[in-house]
């Protein structure tokens, strides 16, 4: 690796150094911290999702820390920094939903969901989807809306199955790619010491030895709740009273592409309006977020010449951002987003071996590119968990094959042992850089339609098609908050009895009042049958008569090869002349991400680099974009709470649920 690019990752590294001792973070604290979000803020939740299509999201958890902190300082008690931070992870975990369907409160809900996805069936396909999906629509369990019958029990045995396998491939495979990318290759996960350091500033506050971290976290909570009531509070409680929701600023960007499509046809313009971008400009790589506006600015130039030579065949006009966004991808990106994704890993493997070459040159112990974990941060057997991780693709494998028996088990054996693991490393490895996901679309389908296998049920099969990678990142954050990894484990037992019990009772409650979707639930009747159009317009693709045309169309090779060698080459072209190689970490984030959001976060950027940072000093600067983004998210999740409580009242007083 060279020296500038080692300088580049310490740079963001440094942003927040690892304690000097690791502590226990689950106790009695985090029983009660679980038993309050599930009774009290998971019901919430699911309203919310249902009548508006919100997750509580940073609500649930900044809501909750803030809470028992209050309570732990009027008991005489402190909370500490990890108890604080599991508090925060497993807020998170519980709340955690599905905003495109406005579903949320645990597993029960996709049960809800499937149930409706198979009434809809068209041509007659309700029939082939399987009962280990959900029960058929004449069933009694389905007509008297309820889980407590003997047709769910397939569905629900699959479903904590799935849920079991999961949970142990994630944490097992999740650490694993941890110990590669942050010990071994020392990435800088830039956004990791967001959670860490608002969970230190409100541990410093809990023990009443503020520093700047409370200070600064003040500040960002602030802005938070001001914008809060403008974004969040005022659309929502407005749309409770009136008919039609007041919107200051459109959610979540204003959309230009309609009006430009004359000059620029192709290209999707629009501006994002949430101030959290520009925020998140702050704590970003300044380089990376260059290369991402670079990649704005070539798709807004490549896509109306893409368009006036007829490699744009897809886009119509007329269309809005989204609608351009995917054309654009059928027709282009897409393909040369897969080459890039694989330049990125062929990047990373490269790098290992080099480093390990290097270490072995210089007589230094070479762990398999593992690094070597400080004492006391209750680490695993790395081999452990790799044989863990394979025993769970294994059982994955198995269970595929039982529940479609027909589909070519080969696919199956490719994705779970082959394909997870080097794309959740591409993903570990740029989250690790830009904090940004990638992944490769559309695959799973792709391969079902062109296997030529004819039915619906693989689409509904747990299918060993996942991506761990950004499960590095999380591992990062404990290990910033002094953490010890037990905890995590302990937490996420602590989830899984949490979620499953309080799911299982308030969806059965709510889904029992009243028919999902229905006039009670304006979000799901607005976008569910939409949605549900949409998901069979795929899956018809597996039977007779279905349509393949997209896929052939999105799938070109030499596109794909045209993003390898660009990775490759700007990435040894960047090296050679010395230019921070974060601009093509960048560039390929870019291509994936609408320009409307990279707008405002370049904004950031460029005002923490030359304003910010001579305002108030380079060392300051450093520290505090993480503490002013957590406090910001916090701000925002206290009006997020407050706003779900207006609705929840007014809901009581029109008689509905809760």
Not at 183 to 188: S, V
Not at 214 to 231: D, K, L, P, Q, T
Not at 386 to 405: H, K, N, Q, S
Request: aromatic fraction near 14%.
């Amino acid at each position: 690796m060279r020296m500038r690019e080692v300088e580049e990752l310490a740079e963001y590294r440094d942003l927040m150094t690892v304690p000097d001792r690791y502590e226990e973070g689950f106790g009695w604290k985090t029983i009660l911290g679980a038993l309050f979000i599930g009774l009290v803020m998971v019901p919430g939740t699911i309203y919310l999702g249902l009548v508006v299509g919100q997750s509580m999201g940073s609500a649930a958890e900044w809501t909750t820390i803030i809470l028992f902190t209050e309570v732990a300082r009027r008991s005489f008690t402190v909370l500490s920094r990890s108890e604080i931070y599991l508090l925060y992870y497993v807020a998170g975990g519980l709340a955690a939903g599905n905003p495109t369907l406005g579903l949320s409160g645990g597993p029960f809900a996709n049960l809800v969901w499937n149930q409706f996805l198979r009434a809809t069936a068209p041509y007659g396909l309700s029939e082939k989807v399987p009962d280990w999906v959900a029960p058929p629509p004449d069933s009694e369990a389905v007509l008297r809306r309820t889980f407590v019958h003997r047709d769910w029990l397939p569905a629900i045995g699959v479903m904590i199955l799935t849920m079991i396998l999961s949970r142990i491939a994630w944490f097992s495979f999740g650490y694993v790619l941890f110990r590669l990318t942050s010990d071994g290759e020392k990435l800088p996960f830039p956004m990791a010491p967001v959670a860490a350091q608002g969970a230190t500033a409100l541990a410093e506050a809990s023990s009443k030895e503020e520093t700047w971290r409370w200070r600064i976290f003040s500040v960002g909570s602030m802005i938070g709740v001001a914008f809060g009531i403008i974004y969040v509070a005022i659309p929502v409680l407005s749309g409770v009273i009136l008919i039609q929701p007041i919107q200051i600023l459109p959610i979540p960007f204003l959309d230009f592409t309609q009006g430009t499509e004359r000059i620029l046809p192709g290209a999707a313009i629009g501006l994002g309006t949430n101030i959290g971008a520009i925020f998140a400009g702050f704590v970003y790589p300044f380089w990376m977020v260059v290369g991402s506006a670079l990649a704005s600015a070539a798709t807004i130039f490549i896509n109306p010449l893409a368009q006036v030579t007829g490699y744009l065949p897809t886009w119509r006009p007329g269309m809005e951002s989204m609608r351009t966004i995917w054309a654009a991808s059928i027709d282009i990106w897409l393909s040369f987003g897969i080459g890039t994704a694989f330049a990125i890993a062929f990047i990373g493997f490269y790098k290992m071996v080099v480093s390990w070459k290097a270490a072995k040159a210089e007589g230094h112990k070479v762990s398999v590119g593992f690094g070597t974990p400080p004492p006391g941060r209750g680490d695993f057997n790395v081999w452990a968990c790799i044989g863990l991780f394979l025993l769970c693709t294994t059982a994955y494998v198995i269970l595929c094959r039982v529940l479609v028996p027909d589909f070519p088990i080969y696919f199956i054996i490719i994705f779970g042992y082959i394909w997870t693991p080097f794309e959740s490393y591409i993903n570990a490895r740029m989250v690790g850089l830009t904090a940004q996901a990638v992944a490769i679309p559309m695959l799973s389908q792709a391969t079902f339609i062109f296997s030529g296998y004819k039915g619906v049920d693989i689409w509904f099969a747990p299918i060993p098609l996942s991506n761990y990678g950004a499960q590095a990142a999380r591992f990062r954050e404990v290990e910033l908050t002094g953490t010890k990894f037990t905890s995590i484990i302990k937490a996420e037992v602590l989830m899984f009895i949490v979620i499953l019990t309080t799911s299982f009772v308030f969806w059965t409650y709510v889904w029992k009042l009243n028919p999902i979707p229905s006039s009670y639930y304006p979000y799901t009747q607005k976008f569910w049958d939409y949605t549900s159009m949409n998901s069979w317009l795929w899956m018809t693709s597996t039977t007779e008569g279905g349509n393949r045309e997209i896929f052939v169309r999105a799938m070109k090779p030499s596109l794909m090869i045209g993003g390898l060698g660009f990775g490759v080459i700007a990435y040894w072209l960047l090296n050679l002349l010395n230019v921070p190689v974060m601009t093509i970490y960048g560039f390929i984030r870019g291509l994936g991400n609408m320009p409307h959001f990279i707008i405002p976060e370049l904004a950031g950027a460029l005002i923490g680099r030359y304003y910010l940072r001579k305002r108030f000093g380079e060392d300051n600067w450093r520290r505090w974009p993480p503490v002013l983004l957590a406090g910001l998210y916090c701000g925002m999740g206290l009006v997020g709470m407050l706003v779900i409580a207006v609705a929840l009242l007014s809901s009581s007083i029109k008689e509905l649920p809760f």
